[in-house]
T-cell receptor, first 114, second 113 residues
């Protein structure tokens, strides 16, 4: 069974469109994250939720809006997509926010903006 | 920025050889983690070393940490083709309770059969 699953795996769309990425974890973790990995493999955190509460909100355009309907799910909605949004978006989860907790990653959503 | 820096950016070796990757970071930390990313997949946690530890082993992995130099190294012994992947170090600011990790750009390791 996949521990952290994201859908879709690939997303190809045109500039200006609105799209959503979904993430689910079956590990019973309290904390979930969204990361963006650019073409040079630089991985940067975007958002984090702990028990459905937003705890990390990095400097991200407000076109990006996360939503956590429950502890096991974290979605990412992106409005008015731009060329620079092309990247791989990873969802991750951890047992809690303690520093020693390893993070478990999904396999990513590859977003390509035409 | 607080991100770590892995060195080298790319490493190419033959099966059976050892691979050493280095990580430097900028802030005081409580621990440092290493992750592996296979092509087209998510990151997988390999090992965590605490700031009061100097060396840690897990199977063919050996991690060292030098907090005075703010650096860590990951050694993979007797490498295999299946070890081909990108390797990232990740740190968190000491005292941070939010789970925020800072990753570098990784070292791309290629192991030739």
């Amino acid at each position: 069974d996949t521990a952290v699953s994201q859908t879709p795996k690939y997303l190809v769309t045109q500039m200006g469109n609105d799209k959503s990425i979904k993430c689910e974890q079956n590990l019973g973790h309290d904390t979930m994250y969204w990361y963006k990995q650019d073409s040079k493999k630089f991985l940067k955190i975007m958002f984090s939720y702990n028990n459905k509460e937003l705890i990390i909100n990095e400097t991200v355009p407000n076109r990006f809006s996360p939503k956590s309907p429950d502890k096991a799910h974290l979605n990412l909605h992106i409005n008015s997509l731009e060329l620079g949004d092309s990247a791989v978006y990873f969802c991750a989860s951890s047992l809690g926010t303690a520093q020693a907790q390893p993070q478990h990653f999904g396999d990513g959503t590859r977003l390509s903006i035409l | 920025s607080q991100q770590g820096e892995e060195d080298p950016q790319a490493l190419s070796i033959q099966e059976g050889e050892n691979a050493t990757m280095n990580c430097s970071y900028k802030t005081s930390i409580n621990n440092l983690q290493w992750y592996r990313q296979n092509s087209g997949r998510g990151l997988v946690h390999l090992i965590l070393i605490r700031s009061n530890e100097r060396e840690k082993h897990s199977g063919r992995l050996r991690v060292t940490l030098d907090t005075s130099k703010k650096s860590s190294s990951l050694l993979i012994t007797a490498s295999r083709a299946a070890d081909t992947a990108s390797y990232f170090c990740a740190t968190a600011d000491r005292g941070s309770t939010l789970g925020r990790l800072y990753f570098g750009r990784g070292t791309q390791l290629t192991v030739w059969p």
